[in-house]
């Protein structure tokens, strides 16, 4: 019998696991420094100069949010002198990732860098949600010249991170979609953005590492382009996603985390019945031939707490029906 560990990491390599362990159980990582500011005041900046605003005691649960009106600056043809890429060795960021995972348990956990702000969230916190969108359209040769730039940024800090921590999943994070579509139409992701992930899971697997990816929203209609350049495992998959067809069409491909119905289990007072049984919904659904982990973007620390306990009691005998 596997451990948890072993099956969780079965699961995102596409072997078959002998059961689904809650990933709270069995999962444990560090946020690469700089992309977010969490000190204790309510307001602060990160290493780029974003301001942004706690939600919350709790950023894990709670998140944050660029300051509402923060903009640094509004042209993209600007970017050249207006951005400043962190200096990691000076900021020491190698140092302070080997302290953050110095209270990992690699033993029973596997174990991932998370990292925040792609290049189009990073993008948008800089200069706002409309200026981005339009900068595709106005300046298409500064924002492909700023993406790249990004990408080499992001490839050293993937490399930092597999020498300070060596972990066996690299989580990067950049959101594409809303709840009904994508920001911006698929051949243009295909044009700015697909090419520097690929550049992304060509190191993350070069370096012995699993590459999931974090999108919220709408994606389908990119699924197989993260198929086709190696992404191991997509998360958190809404269930506003087409989730019977990606499992029916690339689940053998592609790690599904997600499907799970957050918006219902997270409405203040839904029953911990409903929540379990939400749990098991997404289970039966998705778990058939592996490769699917039950988890979404947690925003409550007790419907976490009863999710993930489900998903262990539940997922304990799923392949043994």
Known sequence: MQTKKEAMLAIYRGEM?????????CTAGVVFPGDRYFGENETGDDWWGVNWTRLGPDPGIDGSMVT???????????WEEKVHFPDLDAMNAEQILQAMASGLDYENNATHVLM????????????????ALCAFYECPEAVADFFNAMCDYKLKCIEIAHKAVHPDIIHMHDDWGTNSNMFFSPDMWREFIKPIEARYAKKIHELGMIY???????????????????????NPLNVCNDMEMIKREYGSKITLKGGIDNQKIDAPGCPEAEIRAEARRAMDAYAAGGRYIPGYIYSDAKVRDIFNDEVAKYGADIYKK
């Open 116 to 131: 925040l702000s792609g290049a189009f969230e990073r993008m948008n916190e800089m200069i706002g949600m409309e200026n």
């Open 17 to 25: 696991p002998d059961f689904i362990p809650a990933e709270t159980q």
């Open 212 to 234: 999931e990816h974090h999108s919220c929203g709408y994606i389908t209609q990119i699924i197989p382009d993260l198929v086709e350049i190696g992404v191991d495992c997509i």
């Open 68 to 78: 509402p009106h923060f903009i640094m600056f509004d042209d993209m043809e600007e």
